[in-house]
């Protein structure tokens, strides 16, 4: 569970002060993670074993991103989250394995959000 303070300083840095339950990893993982995406993301993974081979250095052999690229047109041309699925794995193979000459992994809160509809 996170400690109060922590949390204090989370929720008033994101402009959340008007929330006075306390939310624990769990509660907050139940609103907010989908088991049964994962599952696709596994059983997906699993039949790319068979059909390409453990997820190791040949996964530099692909065009990943090229492939989520196209991925994401044929999901909004179909809406087939099957493609998500895909997607997701993709990204896997290319935070294990990639190939971009600067890859490196730094967080950082760029102020870009998904925007509400």
Known sequence: ???????????KAAGLNFL??????????????NHQFIKYMKNRMILGFFRYGAMD??????DNIGSI???????????ND?????????????FVNGVHPKKHFK?????EHA???
């Open 1 to 11: 569970m996170i400690k109060q303070p922590l949390r204090d300083k989370i929720r």
């Open 20 to 33: 006075t339950k306390a939310f624990s990893i769990a509660d907050i993982l139940e609103k907010n993670w």
């Open 57 to 62: 250095k040949k996964t530099g052999l692909y």
């Open 69 to 79: 690229e196209k991925r994401i047109l044929k999901f909004k041309e179909d809406g």
């Open 82 to 94: 099957e493609h998500l699925v895909d997607i997701a794995n993709i990204c896997m193979c290319e």
């Open 107 to 111: 967080s950082i809160d760029d102020g």
């Open 115 to 117: 925007k509400k509809l």
